[in-house]
């Protein structure tokens, strides 16, 4: 089944009339002598993990009991006899009991799934520990008094945390929401920052242990190192054992977390609120289609949520119940709960507009535009609900025409497109000074190090307001881009990132009164330095994420332009030598995101511009661009790559390619002279091994099936974006280098395989037989 396409199963179907009954009974024989080798191979596996868990060791071997017992149960059933000189065209049924099968076959899938809750316990149990451990390694350290106990302490604290940032980075795709994956990969980068500096404060403080302040510097960093914990404590429990997810999808639906919430993910769930209304109606008008009128202002937003409420209707026989006495009952329930839920979304979010109306730094004309835009929500809100309960009264008798709800749901979609627009104005507005504080703030970072070693204590007491000033000026525009953000990544990042400047700012100045104090300890000296580190990485991480943030929104705009708009920019995109797509996906599949000023065009005409014929680094980057780019396609059923097969094959070539480029970028590390650029670049290209090797090992692991094969074809096109994403910074990294210290990127060793390769590579793979079609994945 692996190795068939599914335009070969829908050519080649399976006609019992064209066999002999030899070859059925074969066939039979083997698809049930197959699945017991896979199954005992599955508990053989269970078994080993329970070997080594006594506390499942009893539950592990009686779930692999019970599987072992249905596998050899349908092995027995498909093992068919031959029915004596009958043909089997004549003969009705050709297996003995379908019923036995089909009990066989749900006792094999129950006590499969209990293996699996088995192993994911195992699992959490697992991560769980090592947080413990390393939380209780974490509180010694914190106790120490001297330095033979704290290298001591510091040592086991360093083991513990790297069992636990392997099991936390081994595990991280193991969480199915993208806030879960944000989260952890957010915590685990705290972690690793605070820890760099922890060495530093906790030395500082047992050298100057008399000193409150320094004390006070330490115990940040042990607070922060315990919050990042404590954040993967709870996405691991949360995400495994959240109670939601045993619950109907209705109840989970009705009760969202709109405290944690964006203002866009709020707009987004009115929306979509509106739409489940829509579809239900339209079943019950006996119009599957809906009116178009309303469609266009639906696609405002994404619609992941609306995709769920849409099956749940599906799901729950929505069309079957049309004209029916029950289904008013359960229309008139349903009106109730949208009423319910609708006012209560929208008292969200005009409790979340306040961070907007409230902020010092919005002008007064958004702010008050901003309000009008509420008003004019609140009011067509009201009509709305309104025609709901005019629905609801006329259900029973004569049913109301389309363009009588039409007007209240146009009327209220296009204002809260209107106040979602005015947000980002009013956000956008404010990024030239957001940007010129971060300035400020790197500078007056700079000048504390010079005024405290000069003992100019009353400059940098004065030079200490503007910093905090601008840290609150920064905080607040975050808090601003975290409720335009259109992703949960985005949204996490943005949220995690602000409330450690806030928590790391003041400290930086603590940290140079501290210098002050002792102007002449080169462990003050080297605490100052550690926290000018870490806020100098928070800076630049919040500058990238604003960007990422604003050219996000752009992206989704310029997606909903008029088609004659995409046409031009594709051609565009086509004529600078990349790829393009008129979904506008093409950036963050293929590497090229959040370059300078976000401009795609600009950064790829600078490649363009840059690229010369012995220019192997560029044209090996633009190579694996392209073939990154083919197997985005391969996941929306488009390009030369037609089976799982051709994906895995490109996905090998990738990887190959990948090792080449970093061969010649590393020839290229050695014309750079020594410096904090070097340093960068090197730290960089050390990452490359590591997501190649990742990617071949995703290749080459074997997969049964065709959910095997999806999960498989989902991790491949993951491990090629981390490595796509890492190959970009290098390369980026390697011609700011060659700028600065005017170095040749040609002619370097290594160079590119002929034309003829690279075509075989990037696109070459289109003849490939024998796996599941591009168009089987979901």
Known sequence: MYGITQSTVNNQRFRVRDMDNEQIMSTFGNIGHLLNIAVERFITIGEIIAEENIDIKGDMYEAAKEARDAGKSIERLCDISPLGGMELRHHIEPLKDYGAIILAARSLLSSVTRILLLVDIIVVKKLLTAKKRASESLEKLESVMNFTEFVRAFSVFGTEMIELAYLTGHHRNSFKEERRRAQMFSARQILEKSIAILLTSSKNSLIHSDCVIVKENRDTVFCQIRRAMDLIHFVVKDSIFDSAKHMPFDKQASNPNYENESIYTTIKRIVNLIKRYKYQMSYYDGNNEGNNNSDAYFNFLDDDLWKSEKNLASSAGVGRMVNNTNFRKHMSAESLDLREELSVAFEKLFEKAHDFTDSPYISHNHRKNILSYCDSCKMEFDLYLNNIMKEQHE??????????????????????????????????????????????????????????????????????????????????????????????????????????????????????KILWKYSNSSAANENFESFSDMWKWLTNEISMIAKKILVSINTT??????????????????????????????????????????????????????LSDDNDILKRAKNMSAMAFLMYQFTKGNGSLRTTQDLFTQAEYFAE?????????????????????????LNILDRVPTFVQALQFTVKDHTVGKAATFVKVDHVI?????????????????????????????????????????????????????TTSSSDIP
């Open 657 to 681: 390619e990948a090792n080449r480029l970093y061969k010649v970028l590393r020839h290229f590390s050695y014309q750079v002279p020594a410096s904090d650029n070097k340093k960068d670049l």
């Open 557 to 610: 705009k310029n997606d909903r332009e008029a088609e004659t708009e995409k046409c031009e920019s594709t051609d565009k995109l086509t004529k600078s030598g990349v790829p393009a797509t008129e979904d506008g996906e093409m950036v963050e599949y293929s590497g090229l995101e959040g370059k300078n000023n976000g401009d795609l065009n600009t950064y790829q005409s600078k490649w363009s511009e840059d």
């Open 395 to 512: 259900s029973a008798g004569v049913q109301v025409k389309g363009q009588g709800r039409d007007d209240p749901e146009l009327g209220m979609l296009s204002s809260l497109e209107e106040l979602c627009k005015q947000l980002v104005v009013s956000v956008s507005s404010q990024i030239e000074d957001f940007n010129e504080s971060l300035k400020i703030c790197s500078k007056l970072v700079k000048s504390f190090h010079v005024l405290a070693t000069n003992y100019d204590i009353d400059n940098l007491n004065q030079r200490s307001t503007k910093f905090h000033d601008c840290c609150d000026h920064i905080f607040d525009i975050c808090k601003l881009l975290q409720h335009i953000a259109p992703t949960e990544r985005l949204q996490v990042q943005a949220k995690c990132l602000a409330i450690n400047l806030r928590i790391y700012g003041p400290q930086v100045f603590i940290a140079a």
């Open 718 to 770: 993951r491990e090629t974006k981390n490595l796509m994403n890492v190959i970009n910074k290098v390369v980026s990294k390697c011609f700011e280098c060659a700028t600065k210290y005017k170095l040749n990127l040609t002619g370097i060793t290594g160079g590119l395989t002929s034309e003829r390769t690279n075509e075989n590579m990037a696109g070459g793979m289109c003849d490939s037989k024998g």
